[in-house]
């Protein structure tokens, strides 16, 4: 098995990447509470009702993709097969969380950031499917 150094680092990366993302959208929503005085719930702000919806869809998969990911880690899955999954994950996760920042914003970053999330996570779930039936069939 390679050095898990390399992929670890990377997946290191990645979740320190998606970390600041949900830092972000964590401030932008305490700013958004703070401007109408909101401290507890949406106060049927419509703008609050979408960022705090961003921020729910943040905090469901970003976990689980993690999980995922450093059990590929553990696995062997290669640092460059790592970076891929986790720059698509991550660019997915920023343009997603990008739409529910802004008041009003266009479709294409929402669709795109939801599409490049999910098949992130999809080809990572293939990958640990495929690899680890196929382990245990031959091991």
Request: proline fraction near 3%; charge should be positive; charged fraction near 10%.
């Amino acid at each position: 098995m390679q050095s898990l150094t390399p992929a670890l680092s990377a997946a290191g990366i990645y979740a320190a990447l998606n970390m600041v993302i949900l830092f972000w959208i964590a401030i932008e929503t305490g700013r958004l509470r703070a401007k109408h005085k909101v401290s507890i719930g949406d106060g049927g702000v419509k703008h609050l009702v979408r960022i705090i919806r961003g921020h729910a869809n943040a905090i469901e998969n970003m976990p689980m993709f993690f999980v995922l990911l450093i059990i590929a880690v553990l696995m062997g899955i290669p640092a460059i097969a790592v970076h891929g999954l986790g720059l698509i994950f991550t660019v997915g996760r920023g343009l997603h969380a990008w739409h529910f920042i802004q008041e009003d914003a266009p479709g294409w970053q929402r669709g795109g950031g939801f599409t490049l999330s999910f098949l992130g996570q999809l080809v990572l779930m293939a990958g640990m499917l495929g690899h680890g039936v196929w382990m245990m069939v031959a091991g």
